[in-house]
């Protein structure tokens, strides 16, 4: 299969587009078939759990001014009589997660795994009519948008100096003005990609699909936050036994000050070894729920003879460490310790999304990983091959 980067190395694009500047890949995926029809997303965006909006424009072209009557959003759960009373144009379908419902979608994952799986976040689908658009906005991670079916008319702004005040009213960050300096018309199976907080503005010239792969990008406060609910179990409270004093009671002392700037750090630095196993058990947690027969996966076991497979929303890691001699597998927000023996076979665990018999039973013989697998076979991301 040829590369979705056409004639541009991986490595060419990492060093030279990667967050850097945006890129379009013509026939990036060829023969792309649809896996299900308007009707079927409609449907699944009614029946699921899956994060699904409806964004629609109030019936005319905008210019280059927009302004917050132009636009709705209304957030699932929908309704068949939400989709029946829309216009036969202006609106848009999007639809997040879309890959724990459509396995398949998996496929398309695999292509963007030179990326580390860690930083992929989901497939999103977007269904326009004719002139259905999200606006004019940003988003604040990499994106490769794929056309799926139809065309999509896409408009950017690559300069730094672009008007970033946003339209007021409606949930959705709309920029007020947007004047751009590119374009290009999207046909099935090409694709674009957009670093981080580059303007853009897709617009459908008849009925189309858009696939999104977007990548996670955790901010400092999500990650401490995070950090400090999961870790931070055990408290300690100050203490000032001894107290002097002092000749102000509004005063906050320096004393007092370096008290209780000692506790903070003190405790910081208590679990600065464990920040790494933090953020494998963070960076591998699922989003949402996959829809499963809870009687049926109860009633399941682990058996390491057979071939197992992986669903493509399921996120493996490792981390290793040498001094140790120890290798950390984290699996959905889990970890499990094993010996550095095991890293080839964990390596095995989280490249591959198929595994056989004789990896399986190296790890089974850990009775920390049997029960974690038991645990992902129970939860739906872990099934028997074939």
């Known amino acids: ?42 449907g699944l965006a009614c029946d699921t759990d899956a994060p699904s909006r409806i964004v629609s424009e109030n019936g005319f072209e905008p210019k280059h001014s927009l302004n917050s009557k132009q636009w709705d959003s209304k957030q699932s759960p929908f309704t068949d009589e939400d989709f029946t ?28 795994r030179f990326i580390p799986d860690w930083r992929i976040d989901d497939v999103m689908v977007s269904y ?3 002139q259905g658009s999200v606006g004019p906005h940003t988003d604040q991670y990499d994106v490769f948008l794929i056309q799926g079916q139809g065309k999509r008319h896409w408009k950017i702004i690559t300069r730094d100096d672009y008007p970033t005040q946003l339209i007021n009213g409606p949930s959705l960050a709309i920029l007020k003005e947007f004047k751009a300096d590119e374009e290009y018309l999207l046909e099935a199976g ?30 400092s406060t999500d990650l401490i936050q995070n950090w400090v609910d999961s870790t931070f179990t055990k408290t300690e409270r100050y203490s000032d036994a001894g107290r002097t004093l002092q000749s102000s009671s509004g005063e906050i002392s320096r004393n007092d000050i370096q008290k209780l700037s000692q506790l903070m750090l003190s405790k910081i630095q208590e679990q600065q070894g464990n920040l790494s196993i933090f953020l494998g058990k963070h960076l591998t947690q699922s989003k949402g729920e996959t829809p499963v027969d809870e009687d049926l996966l109860a009633s399941l076991s682990f058996n390491p003879k057979e071939e197992y497979q992986r669903e493509s929303w399921l996120r493996f890691a490792f981390t290793e460490d040498k001094e140790e001699n120890t290798v950390h597998f984290f699996a959905d ?44 076979i129970r939860e739906g991301g872990i099934s028997l091959a074939g």
Request: contains cysteine; glycine residues 6%.
């Open 190 to 219: 090409d694709m674009i990609y957009l670093p981080p907080n580059m303007p853009h503005y897709g617009i459908a010239e008849g009925e189309c699909f858009t696939f999104s792969v977007g990548f996670r990008a955790p901010d």
């Open 85 to 112: 009373s829309l216009p036969d144009t202006h609106w848009t379908l999007l639809v997040n997660d879309l890959e724990r419902y459509i396995p398949e979608l998996g496929n398309i994952i695999e292509q963007f």
């Open 1 to 42: 299969m040829q590369s979705i980067l056409g004639n541009i190395s991986k490595e060419d694009f990492l060093k030279n587009y990667w967050q850097k500047k945006p890129l379009v890949i013509r026939g990036a995926f060829p023969d792309f078939e649809m896996p299900f029809t308007p009707e079927e997303l409609a």
């Open 128 to 130: 326009a009519p004719d």
């Open 333 to 376: 927000g889990h970890h499990v310790k094993l010996k550095s023996k095991n890293l080839n076979a964990v390596k095995e665990l989280c490249e591959n999304y198929v595994y056989g018999a004789e990896t399986l039973q190296a790890l089974a013989t850990n009775k920390a990983f049997k029960s974690l697998f038991t645990l992902l």
